[in-house]
């Protein structure tokens, strides 16, 4: 079991940033990879970014390449988003999850054990 809880969203002006972190609790947090996922009304739920167990290897989606960066304290059981030069495409429930096969890093939602309750982000123009 692992428990997840997304914070740090909010409204911003397009070229803003904000910074999300999703704290974990229950199994051990250097045990796995991490991902953030985006859905927007009406969409399906994307891939954003992820980390690998040991913060070595990371992975983006081609939208946010050069604009986000994910790492995580596992000192701190915490995974972050740094978001940068927001744009209203970036508007979207934000949410963190767990991936218990650390062999090699996914990107299907599917392969994600569990997951927190999102965070609003909102971009104006």
């Known amino acids: 079991q692992v428990q997840l809880v997304e914070s740090g969203g909010g409204l911003v002006q397009a070229g803003g940033s904000l910074r999300l972190s999703c704290a974990a609790s229950?199994?051990?947090?250097?045990?796995?990879?991490l991902g953030w996922f985006r859905q927007a009304p009406g969409k399906e739920r994307e891939f954003v970014a992820a980390?690998?167990?040991?913060?070595?290897?990371?992975d983006y989606a081609g939208s946010v390449k050069g604009r986000f960066t994910i790492s995580r304290d596992n000192a701190k059981n915490t995974v972050y988003l740094q978001m940068n030069s927001l744009k209203p495409e970036d508007t979207a429930v934000y949410y963190c999850a767990v991936d218990f096969t650390i062999w090699a890093i996914r990107r299907k939602d599917s392969d994600y054990n569990y997951w927190g309750q999102g965070t609003q982000v909102t971009v104006s123009s």
């Open positions: 229950g199994r051990a947090f250097g045990s796995y990879n």
């Open positions: 980390i690998s167990w040991s913060g070595s290897s990371t």
